[in-house]
């Protein structure tokens, strides 16, 4: 089953800006649920759904959605499968797509990010292999 990333909006039928109880309607109880504490006396809210290959976190006193981390394997974006696409592909479809300026790191812990700050979208390597992907509004 295909799963379709919309750059800046959210994850199939999943929006930014939804809370919680609506994001637990349609995907059902969350296999784990973390609360974060933060230094801002802000709380930050984590879904984690493990068959779905996705993380969820929202935020704010009525906490919404403010990110997604993606490691679906069926997941398109701009209508390409791109966890069967390498890291040269993904830059081509994004460029193609008008998102041209990237960063690109090397993690600490091994990784290599290349975001799109305009998309508000990372892409997570290891061996030219896309790990995941983590998208915000």
Not at 16 to 21: K, N, R, S, T, Y
Not at 35 to 42: L, Q, S, V
Not at 53 to 80: A, H, K, R, V, Y
Request: proline share 1%; net charge negative.
């Amino acid at each position: 089953m295909e799963h379709s990333i919309t750059i800046k909006q959210g994850f199939d039928n999943i929006r930014f800006g939804m809370p919680v109880e609506e994001t637990v309607a349609l995907l059902g109880t969350a296999d784990e649920v973390e609360t974060i504490d933060n230094a801002a006396d802000e709380t930050t809210t984590v879904l984690r759904y493990f068959d779905r290959g996705l993380t969820l976190f929202f935020e704010g006193e009525n906490p919404n959605l403010q990110c997604i981390d993606i490691s679906n394997e069926d997941s398109t974006l701009l209508g390409e499968k791109v966890f069967e696409l390498g890291e040269k592909e993904i830059v081509k479809l994004m460029v193609r797509n008008n998102y041209c300026e990237q960063d690109i790191e090397d993690e600490l812990w091994g990784e290599r990010r290349i975001s799109f700050g305009e998309a508000n979208i990372d892409f997570f390597f290891e061996n030219d292999e896309l790990l995941s992907i983590s998208i915000g509004q």
